[in-house]
């Protein structure tokens, strides 16, 4: 490699300092206190520039970062782009024209390539363990299967498809667990990049093909992993298409002094063991929350809609309470206890402060009747309950023969 290059140079700083730019504030937001006392500063500072590049340079008005949308495909997220390649490119043309990076540049670039492996490999986990738990790919709900195909986004539809499989599910959640594994290990770095390639590519698919707004974000997922596989690609075509013995060669950079070798291995004993351990009991913590044991589950119709009661359904599933009508607006419900002889305490989503009551109380086998105190309203109802076991996506099942096929 001729590090003497001044292109080459000026590439592995750009490249190299996007990477942490676009990463940041990962490992830190790791590390306990670290937020606090130093990375919120440096991000309030890197919006600031993303603002003002926005505003100032690509003279976007009205123009503002919307906290937490559940969308990494913000207009703030495009604009933060260009203005993390502006300093990129910046910082790198300033370090080359200064003339201190000849023996540098390469050795940086190899150390950046190991942060994207962390940042990919970890990120992947997460999303991996996510898939064996209630959370991203939730199975089939009242709500969802009562809802007409023709009614549902795209990304509903995608998010329906895969939360109906466990098996597929645990499938793609054991995918992204080993290809984060082994990005995170310098011997299994470049299969892990090979894996991890496959497994990005496949969720970047799916995000362009049904409108998922993490785009963005996958992208990068994908483009980290293809450069943590180019200084590779070399022998690695050799070997396969050529079939030429090849050696992938040395795939870390030097470390000459023991006290960073020795912070070196600690920091690695953390990130790959105690991080993804965290994440683990992170999931396995929030489950208690989505999944909470609720007999009363159900979806409850039959019911007429009057100027006292404007939905003709209810929805009861987990911790969550759902009216609604055919083609009218929803009404979302947060389920905070489920008390004796069929009283429920439920809040409005949109205003917590104020909890309703619900009470319901069979009446013969299949007719219930319902009393929802909603503040000073109160409205009563009686009508019918649907379980899941009557809906034709549950019950059909897994079938070894069909003589047929049953598509409905």
Same mark, same amino acid.
């Given at each position: 490699m001729n590090q003497s290059n001044p292109i080459k140079q000026f590439t592995f700083l750009a490249i190299g300092i996007y990477i942490i730019l676009y990463g940041f504030p990962f490992p830190l937001d790791q590390i306990p206190l670290t937020h606090e006392f130093f990375s919120k500063y440096v991000i309030a500072l890197k919006e600031k520039f993303i603002l003002f590049f926005g505003h100032s340079i690509l003279g976007i008005e009205k123009f503002e970062k919307i906290q937490m949308t559940g969308s990494g495909d913000t207009t703030f997220d495009y604009v933060s782009i260009p203005a993390n390649l502006f300093i990129a490119v910046l910082s790198a043309l300033v370090l080359v024209l200064i003339g201190k990076t000849r023996k540098y540049a390469a050795s940086f670039y190899q150390w950046t390539l190991i942060y994207a492996r962390y940042f990919v490999g970890l990120t992947l986990i997460t999303y991996g363990i996510a898939k064996f738990l209630e959370g991203q790919f939730p199975g089939p709900s009242f709500y969802t299967m009562d809802t007409l195909v023709g009614n549902i986004s795209p990304m509903g539809l995608a998010w329906r498809f895969f939360g109906y499989s466990d098996t597929y599910?645990?499938?793609?959640?054991?995918?992204?667990?080993?290809?984060?594994?082994?990005?995170?290990?310098?011997?299994?770095?470049?299969?892990?990049?090979?894996?991890?390639?496959?497994?990005?590519?496949?969720?970047?698919?799916?995000?362009?093909?049904?409108?998922?707004?993490?785009?963005?974000?996958?992208?990068?997922?994908?483009?980290?992993?293809?450069?943590? +596989?180019?200084?590779?690609? &070399?022998? %690695?075509?050799?070997?396969?298409?050529?079939?030429?013995? @090849? $050696?992938?060669?040395?795939? !870390?950079?030097k470390i000459y002094n023991k006290k960073f070798k020795v912070a070196w291995i600690i920091a690695n004993i953390y990130l790959v063991g105690v991080v993804p351990v965290s994440r683990a009991i992170g999931h396995v913590q929030s489950q208690k929350f989505r999944t909470m044991e609720n007999e009363w589950e159900g979806l409850y119709s039959g019911f007429d809609i009057d100027s006292n009661r404007p939905w003709n359904k209810l929805v009861l599933e987990k911790n969550y309470m759902v009216l609604q009508s055919?083609?009218?607006?929803?009404?979302?419900?947060?389920?905070?206890?489920?008390?004796?002889?069929?009283?429920?305490?439920?809040?409005?989503?949109?205003?917590?402060?104020?909890?309703?009551?619900?009470?319901?109380?069979?009446?013969?086998?299949?007719?219930?009747?319902?009393? +929802?105190?909603?503040?000073? &309203?109160? %409205?009563?109802?009686?009508?019918?309950?649907?379980?899941? @076991? $009557?809906?034709?996506?549950? !019950?059909?099942?897994?079938?070894?023969?069909?003589?047929?096929?049953?598509?409905?």
């Amino acid at each position: 490699m001729n590090q003497s290059n001044p292109i080459k140079q000026f590439t592995f700083l750009a490249i190299g300092i996007y990477i942490i730019l676009y990463g940041f504030p990962f490992p830190l937001d790791q590390i306990p206190l670290t937020h606090e006392f130093f990375s919120k500063y440096v991000i309030a500072l890197k919006e600031k520039f993303i603002l003002f590049f926005g505003h100032s340079i690509l003279g976007i008005e009205k123009f503002e970062k919307i906290q937490m949308t559940g969308s990494g495909d913000t207009t703030f997220d495009y604009v933060s782009i260009p203005a993390n390649l502006f300093i990129a490119v910046l910082s790198a043309l300033v370090l080359v024209l200064i003339g201190k990076t000849r023996k540098y540049a390469a050795s940086f670039y190899q150390w950046t390539l190991i942060y994207a492996r962390y940042f990919v490999g970890l990120t992947l986990i997460t999303y991996g363990i996510a898939k064996f738990l209630e959370g991203q790919f939730p199975g089939p709900s009242f709500y969802t299967m009562d809802t007409l195909v023709g009614n549902i986004s795209p990304m509903g539809l995608a998010w329906r498809f895969f939360g109906y499989s466990d098996t597929y599910k645990i499938f793609m959640g054991l995918s992204e667990i080993i290809a984060g594994f082994l990005l995170l290990f310098r011997r299994t770095a470049i299969l892990g990049a090979l894996v991890s390639i496959s497994v990005c590519l496949n969720i970047v698919l799916v995000n362009f093909s049904f409108d998922v707004p993490v785009k963005l974000f996958s992208s990068h997922l994908l483009l980290f992993s293809i450069l943590v +596989l180019l200084p590779k690609i &070399k022998p %690695i075509f050799e070997f396969f298409m050529l079939h030429k013995p @090849s $050696s992938l060669g040395e795939i !870390k950079p030097k470390i000459y002094n023991k006290k960073f070798k020795v912070a070196w291995i600690i920091a690695n004993i953390y990130l790959v063991g105690v991080v993804p351990v965290s994440r683990a009991i992170g999931h396995v913590q929030s489950q208690k929350f989505r999944t909470m044991e609720n007999e009363w589950e159900g979806l409850y119709s039959g019911f007429d809609i009057d100027s006292n009661r404007p939905w003709n359904k209810l929805v009861l599933e987990k911790n969550y309470m759902v009216l609604q009508s055919e083609n009218g607006p929803k009404e979302y419900f947060n389920i905070q206890e489920i008390k004796e002889e069929g009283e429920i305490l439920i809040k409005n989503q949109k205003d917590e402060k104020n909890p309703h009551h619900l009470y319901i109380k069979k009446l013969d086998e299949n007719q219930f009747e319902i009393l +929802l105190n909603l503040g000073e &309203k109160e %409205i009563l109802a009686i009508g019918s309950k649907k379980e899941k @076991s $009557s809906y034709e996506l549950v !019950k059909r099942g897994f079938h070894w023969i069909n003589e047929y096929p049953y598509n409905r």
